[in-house]
Every structure is written in structure tokens, then in C-alpha cells.
């Protein structure tokens, strides 16, 4: 792969992440932290290691009052969560009954290429069996109406999540609700003594906008014609949803809690604090990244998360009085997305959780000079087809091209640069970041991640070792508007 120049980039100055316009609600939106915080429900195996999953359109009542259809995994928004252990396998099988053909992607897993869900591998839609769209052999028609995806989950506990990623319509796919967690633990992560049980919220953060009948509004697809403003930056709703909850409210006791968040929004970028009714600033003191446990807590007083990035934060309520509220906001929103959800102090407790100050030894240490090479890769906006797109080193997707061929075992730099904010995502590999506009890492690029978010004009230096399995991987912008308009290549392991 060729590299190419960054003078463009490198001149852009920097720009406030939230670029594209944000969509405006019609729905009448309840007042913030009313609704109270839903906990996804836990899905129950089928039989040891097994799981089944139907994809299938559904309706919600998230505002208060009003359906929203949906398309869920298993009728719900976010889908139901999966709770692994460390290197025990699990199959999940999709079974498809939306409108649509899909695809299944274990973010942050570390997955066999067939199971990783290439957009082009399909789990056809019931519909396909009337269409008869080339299927002559009713027996291709019917396997393909369900998948097995088997996740051999021999990888570092963490917060993982699956979600659509169909080719050229993943973004508007995860919009309509295709989104859930999936939860990896190892006894040596639940022997730290971190807060647990009703202590360890699972937090799903993602934006959406809302038509006066409570449907979902989208704007216009890239193939049809008055492709919008609102799309070509990456799709911003105006309504704030936590576990699929609007602002919502949590009762808490005057203990640490552990959060564990996922940034599931399309295109928008937080930068989340906690603060009390009094204005005090509590400290996010961050235990885990994408992949799982850092070397050492990291405290911060905000926490800047990219769309797919997850955080594993520790909050300590112990100090607000009984009564009193703590409310998570973003600092980087505007009037009503400033908010993000609250908690309230409802009683004193005890709390014989701890932070200790080691929580892990086995991340990876790779070195720059373990490197076997060094590869470069520009995100950018581009014109593609005489359309706009988001490309990676000037070329918008191609599933028939190869664009990264590695070895397996090998270590590789990567250095990345944009010129807006792009979160860009690598699969099946863990990496650490190397480097940030030059300088050390951030606080907050701490640990074994799986996605990075380079800032505008800003070059990243991450390292990582290809190694588990081969095949046909990829890597990708996961602004999911930008996946869509190209921003993705293939990443090849033989
Ligand atoms: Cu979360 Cu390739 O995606
Ligand atoms: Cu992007």
C-alpha cells in the first residue's frame, strides 16, 4: 500500500468533532432524567455454548407515550446481552426476519474470519424465499436464512458488542436498533474485587432523532437521489439514549460503581464527565479500554469516547449526600444533548469493592522495533463514482481488492491520519497507540484498544500483532455514515 501525503490534512486546522447537522425531533421529548435506566436483558444459551438470536422488526415505547418501530435482535433495544466466559466458545445463530438481508459483527472479538460478519456475507431475509432472487436450489435458500457465528472468545475479558454490518448499509441498520452487548469475564478480573453484581452497569450511549409518531427519522440513503447535508458528515439525532432510554435515571447507593460504557451512536463524539447537583466534578477513574483491563487505573476528570469505543470507568458516589443527584453530561453537546443520564443517591451503603492499583500484566508490550513494517493510511473525504465518499489512501471499498496483505504473527505500525474526526476501527486485532499527533498517547489511549479516534488534521501512530487466524479481515471508520460512503479496506492474514 502506497502511502500518501499529509500536507493536506497536517494544514486543517482543528475543528470541533460534531461537524454534520443535527437532525430535529418532531416527538415530544420527556424532560431529562425521568425515564428510568433499562438494563438489557441477559440472553439465556439454548444449550451449552449456544445462543439463538431473531433478527425481527418490533416497537418500543422509548418516549414516553409514543411506538417506535424498530429492527431488534430478539425485540429489543439495545439487543440482549450476551455474558461470555474467556475461552469458552460460544455459537450464536441469527436467524433473519427483517426486510433485509444482514450481516453480524462481534465488535472486539477476536473471531475466525467466516464468523467476523465480511458485509458481504449475508443472512438472508424470509422475503428472499418468494423474490427467488437466483435461488434455484431451495437448500442454499434455507441455510441461508440463518448463520452460525462461533466466537471461540480466547481473548482478554471485555466489553464487546455486536452489531449489523452490512455492506453500504450498516449506519442506517445500527440506527433502527440492530445493537447489543456482549460481556467476556476470566476469574482473575472478578478476584480484583471491582464493584460488581448491581454495581457494574452496562451503559449503551447513542444518539437518535425522533418523528412526531415516535418513528425513527433518517436521512436520505446515499443510492437515492437529494442525498442530505445531516448524511454526508455522519448522521446526529438530537436525543440522547442510554440502553435505549431517553436521558434516563438510575437510583444508585452511595458506593463505587463500575460503568461500562459503549459509545453505539452512528457519528456523535462525547466527552463525558460526572457531576453533582453542587457542580462538584467527580473522577472517572478508567480500569479498562476496548479490550479489556489497563496495566493501572487512569484517572480522568472527562473522558473524551469516539462512536464504538468502550470505557471502563469507576464512579464513587460515596460523597454525594443521600438525595442528591450526580449527572453524566457531554461536554461536548449543545442545549439538550449536553445531558446524557443521572444518577440519583438513594441510600448509604457499604461498599468492600476496591480499585487496586494493578489490575492486569498481561497486556502486550511490543516495542516500534518489533515492527516487521510500517504502513500508512490517510482518511479522508473524496469523490468516488462522481459522488461523495470517505476513502482510506484515496479508495472508497472494494470488497474484491486486497489492501493490507500481512503475515500471520507479524507486528505492524500503522500510522493514521485524518482530516476530520474519524474513530477508526481495526478487527479481530488489539493495538495499542504509539503515538498522537506526534506526541506520547493521551490519557485516555491507555490499554489494548481496538478502535482509535483520530482528531482532525491528526496523525496516529498505533501498534499491533496480526495473529489468532487468518483471512479476510477489515478495518474501517466507524462514524458509520462514513463506513457506508467507502471509509473501509480489506485486511488480509495468510
Ligand atoms: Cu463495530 Cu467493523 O465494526
Ligand atoms: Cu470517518
Not at 438481508?101 to 473471531?111: A, F, K, S
Not at 437518535?208 to 427519522?217: K, N, V
Not at 444508585?252 to 462538584?280: C, F, P, Q, W
Not at 489512501?393 to 493514521?416: I, N, Y
Amino acid at each position: 500500500v502506497a502511502a500518501t501525503g499529509l500536507s493536506t490534512a497536517a494544514a486543517l486546522a482543528r475543528r470541533p468533532p460534531v461537524t454534520g447537522a443535527e437532525l430535529r425531533s418532531a416527538a415530544p421529548l420527556p424532560p431529562p432524567f425521568q425515564v428510568p435506566l433499562p438494563i438489557p436483558p441477559v440472553l439465556r444459551p439454548a444449550g451449552p455454548g449456544r445462543y439463538e438470536i431473531t433478527q425481527r422488526e418490533a416497537s418500543a415505547e422509548i418516549l414516553p407515550g409514543l411506538r417506535t418501530p424498530l429492527w431488534t435482535y430478539e425485540g429489543t433495544f439495545p439487543g440482549p446481552t450476551i455474558e461470555s466466559r474467556r475461552g469458552h466458545p460460544v455459537t450464536v445463530t441469527h436467524r433473519n426476519e427483517l426486510p433485509v438481508p444482514t450481516v453480524v459483527h462481534l465488535h472486539g472479538g477476536r473471531t475466525p474470519a467466516d464468523s467476523d460478519g465480511y458485509p458481504t456475507d449475508l443472512v438472508l431475509p424470509r422475503s428472499t424465499m418468494h423474490t427467488g432472487h437466483a435461488m434455484h436450489d431451495p437448500r442454499a435458500v434455507v441455510t441461508e436464512l440463518t448463520r452460525d457465528y462461533t466466537f471461540p472468545l480466547d481473548q482478554r475479558p471485555a466489553l464487546l458488542w455486536y452489531h449489523d454490518h452490512r455492506m453500504d448499509y450498516t449506519a442506517p441498520a445500527i440506527w433502527r436498533g440492530l445493537a447489543g452487548l456482549h460481556i467476556v469475564r476470566d476469574d482473575a478480573e472478578e478476584s480484583l474485587g471491582l464493584p460488581a453484581g448491581s454495581r457494574e452497569l452496562p451503559l449503551m450511549i447513542a444518539d437518535r432523532a425522533f418523528a412526531a409518531d415516535g418513528s425513527l427519522i433518517y436521512p436520505a440513503l446515499p443510492d437515492r437521489p437529494g442525498v442530505t447535508e445531516e448524511y454526508l458528515a455522519g448522521v446526529l439525532g438530537d436525543v440522547i439514549l442510554v440502553n435505549g432510554a431517553p436521558w434516563p435515571v438510575h437510583e444508585v447507593d452511595a458506593a463505587r460503581y463500575r460503568l461500562r460504557v459503549l459509545n453505539a451512536s452512528n457519528a456523535r463524539h462525547y466527552e463525558l464527565e460526572a457531576v453533582t447537583d453542587n457542580g462538584r466534578r467527580l473522577d472517572l477513574v478508567q480500569v479498562g479500554a476496548d479490550q479489556g483491563l489497563l496495566a493501572a487505573p487512569v484517572t480522568h476528570s472527562a473522558l473524551p469516547v469516539a462512536p464504538a469505543e468502550r470505557y471502563d470507568v469507576i464512579v464513587d458516589f460515596a460523597g454525594v449526600p443521600v438525595g442528591g443527584r450526580v449527572l453524566i453530561r457531554n461536554r461536548l453537546g449543545v442545549g439538550r444533548t449536553r445531558d446524557v443520564m443521572a444518577f440519583r443517591v438513594v441510600r448509604r451503603a457499604t461498599d468492600d469493592s476496591r480499585i487496586p492499583g494493578v489490575l492486569s500484566a498481561d497486556l502486550p508490550a511490543w516495542q516500534r522495533s518489533d515492527a516487521a513494517r510500517v504502513r500508512e493510511f490517510a482518511f479522508r473525504a473524496g469523490r468516488t463514482h462522481g459522488r461523495h465518499g470517505w476513502l482510506i489512501g484515496g479508495l472508497p471499498f472494494d470488497p474484491a481488492r486486497s489492501d493490507v496483505v500481512t503475515e500471520l504473527g507479524d507486528v505492524e505500525v500503522w500510522r493514521l491520519v485524518a482530516d476530520v474526526h474519524h474513530p477508526v476501527h481495526l478487527h479481530l486485532a488489539g493495538f495499542r497507540v504509539l503515538s498522537r499527533g506526534g506526541r506520547p498517547p493521551l490519557p485516555h489511549d491507555a490499554g489494548l484498544k481496538d478502535t482509535v479516534s483520530l482528531r482532525p488534521g491528526e496523525s496516529v501512530e498505533i501498534i499491533t500483532r496480526f495473529d489468532g487466524y487468518r483471512g479476510r479481515y477489515l478495518f474501517h471508520c466507524h462514524n458509520a455514515e462514513h463506513e457506508d460512503m467507502g471509509m473501509m479496506a480489506n485486511l488480509e492474514i495468510i
